[in-house]
């Protein structure tokens, strides 16, 4: 569930398969990019695969497979005048305002776009309530165009 402090979101929540095949649904309609596919599976595919190695290697080292809990894709984001952090159970990631392109509402997903088919999910279910998915939406477009007017109104790179 969200807090929501005035200004400052925290967000808690797992995403999980109808998630997924709408942020992939929302992707293939924002159009295609070699760059951005390239970006989005070296952010996105690399950091699982090698959570999911060591974890194996783990299980397989220790041979005490009954200690071991599943990898939930549980992760917690907070929204900041300073930027966007997600925080996993074996990562961290930031992003500055100026890196954000915009933001679309897909289904229940809020999508932070950093790239034309790469974007931050946010499920609105994470909210305590729509309005305090509305605020959040009010925030975070406020941050984009107060750093869109910083650069000068020019748009954020999408390599």
Not at 8 to 25: C, G, M, P, S, V
Not at 40 to 62: E, G, N
Not at 96 to 117: F, K, N, P, Y
Request: aromatic share 10%.
């Amino acid at each position: 569930m969200a807090d929501i402090a005035s200004d400052r979101f925290e967000i808690t929540y797992t995403l999980n398969a109808a998630d997924y095949a709408q942020y992939f649904r929302a992707m293939g309609r924002r159009g295609r990019s070699w760059t951005a596919l390239n970006v989005l599976l070296l952010v996105a595919f690399t950091a699982i695969p090698a959570a999911l190695l060591f974890r194996a290697l783990a299980m397989h080292w220790t041979a005490d497979t009954d200690t071991m809990q599943t990898q939930s894709d549980s992760r917690m984001t907070a929204l900041d005048r300073g930027g966007i952090t997600v925080t996993g159970k074996l990562s961290r990631a930031t992003w500055q305002w100026g890196a954000i392109s915009g933001l679309t509402r897909e289904g229940d997903l809020l999508l932070l776009w950093i790239a034309s088919s790469t974007a931050l999910l946010i499920p609105s279910r994470s909210f305590a309530s729509a309005e305090a998915c509305e605020t959040a939406q009010v925030f975070i477009r406020e941050r984009i165009a107060e750093a869109g007017a910083a650069r000068g109104g020019i748009a954020p790179a999408t390599w």
